[in-house]
């Protein structure tokens, strides 16, 4: 097949590894299963851009193009403070005319079978229907997150104040009953300018083609089947899902944390990190540094330089940080250092959770680290931060039971006597065994949907034949 006779698919990721990430593991199984031709379409959030994401392009695959959009210049309307969706929305309003301009000249070189955004992008609903195009969402979250958005409008109207006040639980179909104060954080503050423009980008999401979600029927049944019950309003639902990181995008190890790991045994390590852009408060760094002392487990520790002021502040930009292990409590290291491996910023996560010496991860509850956890059958303490990880945390606790959570004392902390309790519980108790059993099961799971025949498999062709379908009728 010839370049000008491949089906050619734009995919356009919002700002953030969390994003990027599981839509280029979409996109190389749109080429390896489908034969599809794919470009990236990249909003860049800094200059130069986070390490992280200047390494893993570099390391794309050849047969992938990609047209790196530079950041806009600050026009004092980028809202530091509004947190990483607000923050991401705006980066990419900046971005629309520079995103028309590259559709622009894609189409009159290729013919495009569809478009791929994800939620921060719906604002290009508009803009990409003036080129006749099939628009796609990637919805790189939970199921339970996507019908959840579907309810919002919902919710919104018959609801009275904020919602973490409701007396109730909602109780989405098939799903586990969901509090307000597990909502996610757009959805906390219903006077706030997020909130409003989260609300407004809910009633947009039935006005896309199709909805690619990165879940799977097994371990969502209840929430999958209620997005694909007939509901006019709703574009049609495909969980294509788990689709993770593959240990090929990874750089050399600098740090030495895989020799490290080589060298204990077998499912002892606790995996210890909190995302692309989790971080700590400064009380908070210390405790869980105590409280994995106290727990005397091993453990493999990707600090972040701890911050007072947000849970996130490295999401969109991960430079320009004080040094994570000045912060941690004085001779820590030197008391560790048997069992204990801190290291700073970032690691390979996948070869790590594919590692046979790690035995749970500590972790926010992003939705990437999950799937990833679940297709290496790795048992989990759910430690949520921002966006839509106390819900998450949730599902994984109460729902799949695959994860234990910490309880915060009476200030809000999670002391060192919780931690070492729910850490101690994890890799040796009674508990721990349950969780790392239900983990297997799932991973299973999660393989099946993949593999020949599978859940997954099939539903990723479906969408590929619409695909197909669409670019033909056009080149008629
Ligand atoms: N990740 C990684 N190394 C790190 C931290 C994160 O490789 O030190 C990867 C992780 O494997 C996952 C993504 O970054 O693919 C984080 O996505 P997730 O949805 O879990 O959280 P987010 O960063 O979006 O909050």
């Given at each position: 097949m010839s370049r000008q006779e491949a089906s050619h698919v734009v995919m356009l990721p919002s700002p953030g590894m969390g994003h990027l990430i599981p839509i280029v593991e979409l996109a190389k199984l749109l080429v390896s299963h489908h034969r599809f031709l794919i470009t990236f379409i990249i909003p860049s959030?800094?200059?130069?851009?986070p390490k992280a994401q200047e390494a893993f392009l570099q390391s794309l695959p050849e047969y992938f193009d990609y047209i790196l959009l530079p950041p806009p210049l600050s026009d004092g309307s980028f809202d530091e403070n509004g947190g990483p969706e607000a923050q991401i929305c705006l980066t990419i309003t900046h971005f629309l005319s520079l995103i028309r301009v590259a559709l622009a000249t894609l189409t009159k070189k290729v013919t495009l079978a569809a478009v791929v955004i994800d939620p921060f992008g719906i604002d290009i609903i508009d803009l990409a229907k003036g080129f006749d195009v099939l628009l796609y969402m990637?919805?790189?979250?939970?199921a339970i997150n996507l019908l959840f958005t579907f309810h919002l409008p919902r919710l919104d109207e018959e609801v009275e104040g904020e919602y973490r006040y409701m007396q109730n639980p909602v109780i989405l179909p098939g799903c586990v009953p969901l509090h307000g104060k597990d909502f996610a954080d757009p959805f906390q503050q219903r006077s706030s300018e997020t909130y409003k423009r989260f609300l407004d980008q809910c009633k947009r999401f039935n006005l896309v083609d199709g909805i690619l979600v990165n879940s799977f029927i097994e371990l969502e049944p209840g929430a999958i089947r209620a997005l694909q019950d007939d509901d006019p309003r709703r574009p049609p639902v495909h969980p294509?899902?788990?689709?993770i990181q593959s240990v090929l995008n990874c750089e050399v190890d600098g740090s030495g944390y895989l020799n490290w790991l080589n060298n204990q045994p077998s499912g002892s390590v606790l995996y210890v990190s909190f995302g692309s852009g989790g971080t700590l408060s400064c009380d908070q760094f210390h405790e869980l540094a105590l409280g994995l002392e106290m727990s005397e487990q091993r453990f493999l520790w990707v600090v972040r330089t701890p911050n007072d002021k947000s849970s996130c502040p490295s999401y969109c930009n991960a430079q320009?940080?004080?040094?994570?292990?000045?912060?941690?409590?004085?001779?820590f290291l030197e008391r560790t250092e048997i069992r204990g491996l801190v290291v700073p910023s970032w690691v390979c996560q996948i070869q790590v959770l594919s590692h046979d010496s790690t035995g749970g991860f500590l972790m926010h509850c992003g939705w990437n680290s999950t799937l990833e956890s679940i297709m290496h059958g790795v048992p989990l303490i759910a430690w949520p931060l921002y966006a839509e990880q106390r819900t998450n945390a949730v599902m994984l606790t109460e729902d799949l039971k695959v994860a234990l959570r910490p309880k915060a004392n009476g200030k809000g902390l999670l002391d060192r006597d919780e931690v070492s309790r729910v850490v101690k519980v994890l890799m040796e108790g009674e508990e721990g065994k349950r969780v790392r059993e239900r983990a297997k099961e799932l991973k299973d799971l999660a393989n099946r949907a993949l593999g020949e025949g599978g859940s997954s498999r099939k539903a990723m062709a479906q969408v590929a034949i619409k695909w197909r379908d669409q670019r033909c009728s056009r080149n008629q």
């Open positions: 959030s800094s200059s130069p851009p990637h919805f790189g979250s939970a294509i899902g788990p689709i320009g940080e004080a040094d994570p292990l000045e912060f941690l409590p004085d001779g």
